[in-house]
T-cell receptor, first 112, second 112 residues
Framework: KQEVTQIPAALSVPEGENLVLNCSFT??????LQWFRQDPGKGLTSLLL?????REQTSGRLNASLDKSSGRSTLYIAASQPGDSATYLC???????????FGSGTRLLVRP | DGGITQSPKYLFRKEGQNVTLSCEQN?????MYWYRQDPGQGLRLIYY???????QKGDIAEGYSVSREKKESFPLTVTSAQKNPTAFYLC???????????FGPGTRLTVL
């Protein structure tokens, strides 16, 4: 059974710092991996999706990498801003039923 | 504007009552999902439906029921059999063959 872990659970950094959020998974036979952002009391916003055949995806200041063999993905945020403060969740999809298995998230605070 | 709507945003229920959470999408997506999120945790799948008039149990279906009579609608009923229903409920959808899931804004259910 797939298990997804995100460490650390919380992170506080000063504005302008580059940072890396980690996501690990136990079953490497994934179809894809998706990174989401969640603001307090809100739904999830999709940030990046990496297919199993890809190594990384980029969108603006965000870069997500995928290493299936080691069961790891990282989300790199460049030049962090206070507006980046949110919880970041990763999720893996295992098969064509589109079910997602979520990690518990990393709560990020970017201090002005 | 295309998207997923959930109503109500906040819902209060007395013990022993059934309540129904609404989820509607105008994205013409085929598959729809219900997730539950508890504080500080990731999302867990309750039910999902890949086609009208068909749905499957997720990981925590006990105490919940769903219907899929129309492509755009996937209501979730939280029954009195659900022992700990207080949580944040999120609905999602995806297009047939696509990988990316899109989420609604969520409904926060509190049992009094």
């Amino acid at each position: 059974k797939q298990e997804v872990t995100q460490i650390p659970a919380a992170l506080s950094v000063p504005e302008g710092e580059n940072l890396v959020l980690n996501c690990s998974f136990t079953d490497s036979a994934i179809y894809n991996l998706q990174w989401f952002r969640q603001d307090p009391g809100k739904g999830l916003t999709s940030l990046l999706l990496i297919q199993s055949s890809q190594r990384e995806q980029t969108s603006g200041r965000l870069n997500a990498s995928l290493d299936k063999s080691s069961g790891r993905s990282t989300l790199y945020i460049a030049a962090s801003q206070p507006g980046d403060s949110a919880t970041y969740l990763c999720a893996t999809r295992m098969d064509s039923s589109y079910k997602l298995i979520f990690g518990s998230g990393t709560r990020l605070l970017v201090r002005p | 504007d295309g998207g997923i709507t959930q109503s109500p945003k906040y819902l209060f229920r007395k013990e022993g009552q059934n309540v129904t959470l609404s989820c509607e999408q105008n994205l013409n997506h085929d598959a729809m999902y219900w997730y539950r999120q508890d504080p500080g945790q990731g999302l867990r799948l309750i039910y999902y439906s890949q086609i009208v008039n068909d749905f499957q149990k997720g990981d925590i279906a006990e105490g919940y029921s769903v219907s899929r009579e129309k492509k755009e609608s996937f209501p979730l009923t939280v029954t009195s059999a659900q022992k700990n229903p207080t949580a944040f409920y999120l609905c999602a959808s995806t297009r047939q063959g696509a990988s990316e899931q899109f989420f609604g804004p969520g409904t926060r259910l509190t049992v009094l």
